[in-house]
């Protein structure tokens, strides 16, 4: 006889009675959702150049609601075993400090929901919170697999636009990387050409680890040609994080392999993540692609200049800095942030207001009543982004935060370790082999609503306690 609460209503009883396996599967369609949802909303504005990037946020919200939800009823089931849980608590501490930093921060607002067209605030944290508690509380390895199929599939929703976007220009704000340079960036729908390198590492990593593990020759074919596609793509990135992404990708597939002790044979499949970059650099040097004949990276040009300058103005355009110069560029942003957080080392300076601090000139406009975007533009040599995410955390919200969030990772990774020590399935390597890729490229890049959400899912994965179907 099924359980029923007195004076209980029938979604009550719902959740009273959900078995493991039910609720494995339905956590498994609502972390899928989150790997596409941001993609499918910032599609609205590539088409419609007068809509703001701010409804991006309101993806994420649909996928953060469902899976908070999700995440309750996990807790409530008892999935997860929060007591000593130290990911867990982890997570807490940080998102509780992240309300002490929005209490001190230069805007509430903005702390809470985060800039406009950026939309990284706390209840973006939040959301990512509940995409972890979801993402542990699985029960199936079945559940496992299908959100892993998802992020393939999210990288090759991402893919496709961006073939268009390399070879038409359209659909991109990214066909210059200067006035007269042109290069068609890709980007995908990430909104931007390293947020879509992130996005695509992650892919890529997932796509190339099954590749060399998965017994089903179907399956094997499917990652095989979407490691081609990500690839191919992410070379027209033009970032140092698309080199990263591809190299850490392979090396994670080829020690996969020996983790696995599976066919050496499978060593193949890892060209399918090599040749098709190499492809793309040739016919950059071709002249195939807009006005250049030599390939080399703007990371400085599309990260400050054609991001945060023209599409968002949540920064000031840059002068004296050689932004063709990637190693000067992310050099100088490493160094200014570091001078922010020692004058903001308890609290930052709020979620998303890192430029806040470096502003100098209003130009006579009244902030009251002129959008804060124009002043923001005004004041050159400014940014809202440093492409490390380690530092981003200590300038926006502390550095307890920094020790909170190097306490989740940190956790994780040992969990993880100890999981593949004991019980080395498909699905644990491959997740715990994106979790590297994601802790390594945090170095060289930062946290945004596109690429979060997958990879505070596939952390959450990592240790959660999937089995199959019967078994203990």
């Avoid at 396996?21 to 007068?50: H, N, R, W």
């Avoid at 990708?249 to 970059?277: H, M, N, Q, T, Y």
């Amino acid at each position: 006889m099924s359980k029923q609460l007195f004076n209980s209503s029938e979604n009550s009883n719902f959740i009273l009675n959900m078995t493991e396996e039910k609720y494995s599967q339905l956590a498994s369609y609502g972390l899928s959702l989150a790997c596409f949802t941001t993609a499918v909303f910032a599609f609205i504005p590539e088409l419609v150049d007068k809509l703001s990037y701010s409804i991006v946020s309101g993806g994420l919200a649909i996928s953060g609601v469902i899976c908070m939800i999700l995440a309750l009823i996990g807790i409530m089931k008892k999935y997860i075993d929060c007591k000593k849980n130290l990911p867990f608590w982890a997570f807490v501490t940080m998102i509780l400090w992240g309300i002490i930093s929005l209490i001190n921060s230069y805007s509430v607002s903005v702390s809470f929901y985060g800039f406009s067209g950026r939309g990284e605030g706390l209840l973006a944290i939040i959301f990512y919170f509940g995409f972890f508690i979801t993402a542990m509380s699985v029960r199936r390895e079945k559940a496992i697999n299908i959100v892993i199929n998802s992020i393939i599939s999210a990288g090759l929703l991402h893919s496709i636009i961006s073939l268009v976007q390399i070879f038409t220009g359209k659909l991109s704000h990214y066909r210059y990387a200067e006035l007269t340079t042109k290069i068609n960036a890709s980007s995908g729908l990430a909104q931007s050409p390293i947020f879509l390198a992130m996005v695509l590492s992650l892919a890529l990593t997932a796509s190339l680890v099954t590749a060399v593990l998965t017994d089903n020759k179907k399956r094997r074919i499917f990652c095989i040609v979407s490691s081609c596609l990500f690839s191919f793509v992410m070379i027209f990135t033009y970032s140092l994080m698309s080199i990263a992404g591809i190299i850490i990708a392979v090396l994670s597939a080829g020690v996969s392999l020996f983790i696995k002790k599976a066919p050496k044979i499978r060593l193949c499949a890892l060209l399918s993540g090599v040749l098709p970059a190499l492809v793309a650099v040739l016919i950059v040097n071709a002249g195939a692609i807009g006005n250049i004949s030599g390939y080399k990276l703007y990371d400085g040009y599309t990260l400050w200049w054609a991001d945060s300058y023209m599409r968002l103005s949540s920064s000031g355009n840059c002068y004296n800095l050689d932004l063709s110069d990637t190693m000067e560029v992310y050099k100088y942003l490493n160094n200014e942030t570091i001078e922010i957080i020692k004058k903001y080392a308890l609290t930052g300076t709020g979620e998303d207001q890192l430029v806040y601090p470096q502003l100098y000139t209003n130009a006579g406009l009244n902030p009251e009543i002129v959008d804060m975007s124009d002043i923001i533009a005004l004041n050159m040599n400014t940014f809202d982004k440093v492409y490390n995410e380690y530092l981003y955390t200590a300038g926006t919200r502390g550095i307890p935060s920094l020790i909170a969030l190097v306490l989740i990772l940190g956790s994780i990774l040992v969990a993880g370790f100890r999981k593949i020590k004991k019980s080395p399935s498909e699905n644990t390597v491959c997740t715990f082999m994106m979790f590297i890729c994601g802790i390594i490229i945090f170095f060289i890049g930062c946290s945004n609503i596109t690429f979060s959400p997958i990879f505070w899912t596939v952390s959450g994965l990592l240790i959660c306690s999937g089995k199959e179907k019967g078994k203990s």
